[in-house]
């Protein structure tokens, strides 16, 4: 996969993020489906809690919805199941394993974001080979249970003005801040329960793209 194929698959305004605990009662895959059918082209799998073999069926099912579609599908943390189900990406955190460690195990064909929270750990990651990054938590958050404290907008400012590869803003992002946020430059921006704990899924995204 060229560098260019690369930026066309994360060249999307909403980066949606899964998180079965928040999504009342509904499984991964109907959220999944509700969120493409209200338009998402750029999801990602995140489920810190299940097993090894509970993620890697729900990512196949996952792959197989969002191929219909040409949707981009990112697994979170684990390598070895965005192989197994050819998913477009794996995403990365500062304690995961070592970017150059994921990238000798998929090649160039994957995509490979990782988690950053700071200006020098944003210029590690374009150093190291990061095909995106994320610049957060913009917010407090409390969908991730190790999650760092908020870094807010000054960081994404100097995203905007020095990265040169894709980055998406995330954590604690919702309907309304997201204006505040894109008003700051952000071309890409993440979601997660003002997603998934809608009642109305695909009401939610079109409201989110309006």
Do not use: W
């Amino acid at each position: 996969m060229t560098n260019e194929t690369k930026r066309r698959k994360l060249a999307y305004p909403l980066y949606a993020i899964t998180a079965e605990e928040h999504s009342a009662g509904r499984s991964n895959k109907e959220v999944v489906r509700d969120m493409l059918a209200g338009g998402v082209k750029l999801i990602q799998y995140r489920e810190k809690e299940k097993s090894g073999r509970e993620k890697y069926l729900e990512c196949m099912e996952i792959r197989k919805l969002t191929e219909e579609v040409a949707a981009t599908f990112i697994v979170n943390d684990n390598v070895d199941i965005a192989l197994a189900v050819k998913a477009d990406g794996v995403h990365l955190g500062q304690d995961d394993m070592p970017i150059e460690t994921a990238r000798e195990l998929v090649g160039e064909d994957i995509i490979i974001g990782l988690s950053t929270h700071s200006p020098r750990q944003a210029q590690e990651a374009v150093a190291r080979g990061a095909d995106y990054i994320g610049v957060g938590p913009i917010f407090p958050t409390k969908t991730k249970k190790d999650v760092c404290p908020a870094v807010g907008l000054e960081y994404l400012d100097y995203a905007v003005k020095n990265i040169d590869i894709p980055f998406v803003a995330i954590g604690g992002i919702k309907l309304h801040n997201m204006q505040e946020v894109a008003a700051h430059g952000a071309t890409c921006i993440a979601m997660v329960t003002e997603i998934v704990g809608a009642s109305d899924i695909q009401a939610r995204v079109r409201e989110i793209f309006s």
